[in-house]
């Protein structure tokens, strides 16, 4: 415990503010890491690249965090560790030495890893279906990227060659803060807590403000939004971390707003499998220590799978998406109609043309609450935007509709405000299929100046084996004899954060009071979260609901599946990422004794 690291998440996807990386310098951190990647961004990224060979990085980092900050690190001697090199780890790192020379700063100290590129190998992988839909391997013409995650090895290796900064393609989020561990503590391969704790702390950062009051259920007590907070994590050798943020800053660290992100797009809690360890957070416990400062503990460690997941993007299809506003008595009756009678004229207009319909369409009426299902309120809206979208395998489909969407603002309902902000676009379709290769199968260069290494991660020899998990024991049914019972929503007994797995979302929720967790649990089995959430399970092939049970948190993990319309760029719908769906479950109403209502 004698030493500390200080690891600061100054970036949580291409497009986060541009303040943090300063702010947290400024408040004297040893580390920064910024993650600019998710499947979405590689297919884009991907599609940059194949227009110039110099592209396929994160521009961000390069033209703002990097550039703005050079004097900063060189004073401070911040080290950097992100994976915004994205499809092009080399080119990043040859516009970052080139906007250091012409700053005056020529002698950072760059590494850059490769080897995730699989783009080259798809023999290698091609043999496989889907990880999770068992779906064939997509066409070969249409793939745009494949990259396998890499972990935290390679990143403390070139720390430990001597970089002031290392640039990553595809690593798992977290593993830009494992690999800073493992080279400041030097830990072993097999320290599986440890590991596991420091990829907790990643996993707690790598999203930015999201670990320090951002997307917090009780969203009235954050001060200072526009002076936020990001978080930092302060490691220790013996893997527990606190997590706190720079003082002066907006935000909050507390132990429900650590709680809320240790769930975010969490599937099984035992099973969160990474390239160096499979994590088991179930007994984690957190400790207020002080003023924004929360103590981290408990999170066990296994052996890995020996494996890599492999994430294909690959275009299929077009898509456009139109936004048109009404106002007036009937707003959201008048908007349905007139969406559908868009669609139904494009689809003449194509079937004139000797094409098929669009394969897919989605009309949703924001401000009426279409995204609620049977849950909506309110219906009676005076003011509405409809949001109609559609697919089609041929991206000439869409001349009609680009042609017909804004003809409605003089020629059907009354009230059409017309069209605001950009037109509609047409844009690929980008679905993510994903298989595993063999970790020794993967080596990876490590390149720094003239110096360069190839590592290659062995399989251990006793790999992680999920029917040896054990699971905690449940709480028991509540009792209500002698209760007096109340029907509150769920938000005054509970937190909640929500997050995208693909194809699936999940809801962790966390008691307010352990008491509370009981009457939670009963309340959110998964026969009730199926008629809940039934609309967002429409087109599923195999809809379901799993609950984990995480006493440590005194928390549930409920993971839903086939429950986004496939999920991010492959989505029509108006929440693809399931930002929003931990403040729906919040509004649903539970029995608890009148005793643990505040």
Same mark, same amino acid.
């Given at each position: ?167 990553? #393609? ?8 494992? #690999? ?159 969406? &559908? ?24 009426? *924001? ?50 405000? #017309? ?26 260069? *490590? ?44 938000? &005054? ?16 929720? *966390? ?88």
């Amino acid at each position: 415990m004698s030493r500390t690291v200080r690891i600061g998440g100054a970036c949580a996807f291409f497009g986060d503010s541009s303040v943090a990386p300063t702010q947290l310098i400024a408040g004297g951190v040893d580390y920064l890491i910024l993650d600019y990647l998710a499947e979405a961004t590689m297919s884009a990224l991907g599609s940059l690249k194949r227009h110039r060979a110099d592209l396929g990085y994160a521009s961000d980092f390069t033209e703002w965090v990097w550039k703005d900050n050079l004097g900063a690190l060189k004073a401070t001697g911040t080290k950097i560790v992100t994976n915004a090199g994205g499809v092009n780890p080399k080119a990043c790192v040859a516009r970052m030495q080139a906007i250091a020379a012409e700053a005056g700063y020529p002698d950072f100290k760059i590494a850059y890893l490769e080897g995730d590129d699989m783009l080259g190998r798809l023999d290698d992988i091609a043999d496989q279906t889907e990880m999770f839909t068992h779906a064939p391997f997509p066409p070969r013409d249409k793939i745009i990227t494949a990259n396998a995650y890499l972990g935290g090895g390679p990143i403390a290796r070139a720390l430990a060659m001597g970089a002031d900064v290392v640039i990553t #393609g595809r690593c798992v989020d977290s593993a830009l803060t494992l #690999g800073i561990c493992i080279h400041e503590f030097g830990w072993a391969p097999t320290d599986y807590d440890k590991l596991s704790q420091a990829s907790l702390a990643g996993h707690v950062i790598e999203c930015g403000a999201q670990g320090s009051g951002g997307l917090f259920t009780d969203w009235e007590d954050v001060p200072d939004w526009e002076n936020i907070g990001y978080p930092i994590v302060e490691a220790h050798a013996n893997g527990s971390f606190i997590v706190t943020k720079p003082e002066g800053t907006g935000g909050l660290v507390n132990k429900a707003v650590v709680a809320e992100q240790i769930l975010y797009e969490v599937g099984d809690p035992q099973a969160y499998l990474l390239p160096d360890v499979a994590c088991d957070f179930t007994q984690v416990r957190l400790e207020q220590v002080g003023e924004n400062r929360v103590r981290v503990t408990g999170s066990i460690g296994r052996a890995p799978t020996g494996k890599y997941k492999v994430c294909v993007t690959w275009a299929d299809g077009f898509r456009c998406i139109g936004f048109m506003a009404l106002v007036g008595r009937d707003a959201a009756r008048k908007a349905q109609r007139q969406a &559908e009678a868009v669609l139904a004229r494009c689809n003449r207009m194509l079937r004139d043309r000797n094409m098929g319909p669009y394969r897919a369409s989605r009309i949703e009426l *924001i401000g009426a609450e279409s995204s609620y299902g049977a849950n909506a309120r309110n219906t009676d809206t005076r003011e509405v935007v409809y949001k109609l979208a559609a697919e089609h395998d041929e991206e000439e489909a869409f001349k009609p509709f680009l042609r017909e969407f804004d003809s409605p603002t003089t020629s059907m309902s009354v009230g059409t405000a #017309g069209w605001f902000g950009a037109r509609a676009q047409v844009t690929p379709v980008f679905r993510v299929f994903s298989v595993a290769i063999a970790r020794d199968a993967v080596p990876v260069t *490590i390149t720094l100046g003239d110096a360069q290494e190839t590592l290659t991660e062995p399989v251990p020899a006793s790999v992680f084996d999920a029917s040896a998990i054990e699971r905690p024991v449940p709480p028991a049914e509540p009792d209500a004899r002698g209760e007096e019972l109340v029907e509150v929503p769920l938000v &005054e007994v509970a937190w909640g954060r929500s997050g995208d797995k693909g194809d699936a979302f999940n809801i962790g929720v *966390i008691a307010r009071k352990p008491d509370a967790l009981p009457w939670i649990r009963a309340a959110l089995s998964p026969d009730a979260m199926l008629k809940w959430f039934a609309h967002e399970f429409e087109g599923g092939a195999n809809p379901a609901v799993l609950r984990y049970d995480l006493p440590g948190l005194d928390a549930v993990n409920l993971h839903f599946l086939d429950a986004l319309g496939g999920g991010q760029f492959s989505s029509l719908r108006l929440d693809p990422l399931a930002k929003g769906k931990a403040q729906q479950l919040l509004d649903m109403p539970i029995k608890v004794p009148a005793s643990l209502v505040a």
